[in-house]
């Protein structure tokens, strides 16, 4: 019996390593620092901002089309900043697409949406040029893979 019950602890030690393992592994990294500033960078499909939020700021919303958001802000605050934003993406095959950055204010955050088109399950990486507060310029590079809704 006490074997018994050692082998199931055994296994379900096992199991719950493997479930963990393979969590971290889906983990997106969202954010890059760079000196005292966080950039914090999303894609996401345009069905996501409400139809009132898409009238007041003009954008577009429809089954093919995402935004790139990217924010900046200091690493020991909350506070967004303005920043010079500007990029493009391309595809497996290297078509490229520039990517024209609207800057949104929102109380105390300032965030950079880009719409871009999109073909279902399309993978595309993102090269964003930014110029910080301080007037560095740093690169952020990531890749995402999109999905129709």
Same mark, same amino acid.
């Given at each position: 019996m006490k074997r018994l019950f050692a082998a199931f602890i055994s296994v379900a030690l096992l199991l719950w390593a493997a479930a963990a393992a393979a969590q971290g592994a889906k +983990?997106? %990294? /969202?954010?890059? /620092?760079? @000196? =005292?500033?966080?950039?914090?960078?999303?894609?996401? /499909?345009? =069905?996501? $901002?409400? !139809?009132?939020i898409a009238r007041h700021y003009n954008l577009v919303r429809a089954a093919d089309r995402a935004f790139v958001n990217i924010s900046v802000s200091k690493k020991d605050g909350t506070e967004g900043v303005s920043a010079g934003v500007s990029g493009n993406a391309t595809n497996l095959i290297q078509q490229s697409r520039n990517l024209d950055f609207q800057e949104v204010r929102d109380n105390k955050a300032v965030y950079y949406l880009a719409p871009f088109r999109f073909n =279902? %399950? %399309?993978?595309? +990486?993102? /090269? $964003? =040029?930014?110029?910080? !507060?301080? @007037?560095?310029?740093q690169q952020l590079t990531f890749r995402r893979q999109l999905h129709k809704n």
């Open positions: +983990t997106i %990294e /969202n954010h890059q /620092n760079f @000196g =005292d500033y966080r950039v914090t960078y999303s894609v996401f /499909n345009s =069905d996501f $901002i409400s !139809p009132e =279902d %399950e %399309e993978n595309l +990486t993102f /090269n $964003i =040029d930014l110029v910080l !507060p301080d @007037g560095s310029t």
